[in-house]
Nanobody, 118 residues
Framework: QVQLVESGGGLVQAGGSLRLSCAAS????????MAWYRQAPGNKRDLVAV???????RYADSVKGRFTISRDNAKNTVYLQMNSLKAEDTAVYYC????????????WGQGTQVTVSS
């Protein structure tokens, strides 16, 4: 089992920045790939960014150039730096962990709300 605990969400004005963190514990061998997803009301949960243990990463087109995913393997923590935030970035952001970079992993955090006011 893997436990994921997110932090860093909140309310920010459009154009502002936030940094999300997700700390993993438990069976760390199952966290080869870590990712951030988001879900706005009435929408499905979509991939925002994914990163492998060795640093390979991929982003949704909607956040390229604005968001940066990173991880500290020594701390078992993944980060999402979000800059130039837009109202459409408003959503609950979920941390995810697994073994395969193509599909969502089996482990999810509880989610953290990000609200961008216009």
């Amino acid at each position: 089992q893997v436990q994921l605990v997110e932090s860093g969400g909140g309310l920010v004005q459009a154009g502002g920045s936030l940094r999300l963190s997700c700390a993993a514990s438990g069976n760390i061998e199952s966290t080869n790939v870590m990712a951030w997803y988001r879900q706005a009301p009435g929408n499905k949960r979509d991939l925002v960014a994914v990163i492998s243990r060795v640093g390979w990463s991929r982003y949704a087109d909607s956040v390229k150039g604005r968001f940066t995913i990173s991880r500290d393997n020594a701390k078992n923590t993944v980060y999402l730096q979000m800059n130039s935030l837009k109202a459409e970035d408003t959503a609950v952001y979920y941390c995810n962990a697994g073994l395969n970079p193509v599909v969502a992993g089996n482990y999810w955090g509880q989610g953290t709300q990000v609200t961008v006011s216009s």
